[in-house]
């Protein structure tokens, strides 16, 4: 009964949490743990759902991004049209990536996708005349709704569409697992030559499972680059993507709520651990290594280690007196 409540509090508390303080710092901390979290869950369908290893998806994050200021800038296609039209480049790019890349499995399948984030950051880098290179493109417009007759300006504001969009996204994730086709990714994951053998179409499943967390991946870029106004080619670095991959691996690959934990520990770690410069990243390498070794399932796994499993056992074990009213 608990856990079926514990996302409708979740809910609840994250929707009240922007009211709690009227620290617009707080509220950009939020904002960003939320990006975060679309970007992770995004990754976890790659990583989690068909058990690929994937080093280019911050590549998409910056193609979302840059198309939505591109789209928006100069072709005048803004609001959730243009946030729509990222997501649909960034799709399209992983249509095409994917097409190639899928063909692989296991370590060159990572390779491959390294080797396709380097061209394409090194791409955004060069391209001036498009990208305006290294010195990326700034005042890009706030996000606007309904005509530009809403305009959204605080942190507060994004954190609530953001909050939207991960709502809708874990909602989607949650069904997808569900149904028939999310029952086919874990087949694939779990043994490829065993789903192949009932029917499943490997390719084509890990193909539509990559597009789709492409096109979220470029959605949530979209969002970042209306709400931080200026973005440059280190969005596709490696820096980017390692952070997603502790975030998915420490909070829970394979989970929902696994990516969502892991940004809030990445995003508060972050700004907790800032006085430290670069010894974050050894930190953060630590706890990756830590999580991989003694907690392979991740933040999410103790919930089931300590709450269901007990309650299941209870549960399951017989009553002293049922066993002897039966026995009679």
Known sequence: MASKLLPLIALVAAALLPLLTGSTYFHHLMVLWLLYALLALSLNIIIGYLGELTFGHAAFFGIGAYAAAILGMDYGLAGIPGILAAGLVAGLFGLVIGYVALRIVGPQFAILTLGFGSIIYTITNYWVDVTRGPMGISNIPPLTFFGGALTLESAQQYYYVALICVVAFAYACYA???????????????????????????????????????????????LYAHYVKVITPELMGLQYMSALIIMVIVGGRGTIAGPIIGALIYVGLLELLRPLGAMRLVIFAALLIASVIFLPGGIVSLWRRYVEQPVLRKTATPQPSATVEAAE
């Open 176 to 222: 997808l697992v569900h149904s028939r086709t999310g029952r086919a990714f874990i087949a694939t994951r779990e043994n490829p030559q065993l789903a192949a053998s009932i029917g499943i179409d490997i390719f084509h499943m890990k193909l539509l499972g990559f597009v789709v967390a492409t096109a979220i991946a470029g959605i949530g870029g979209a």
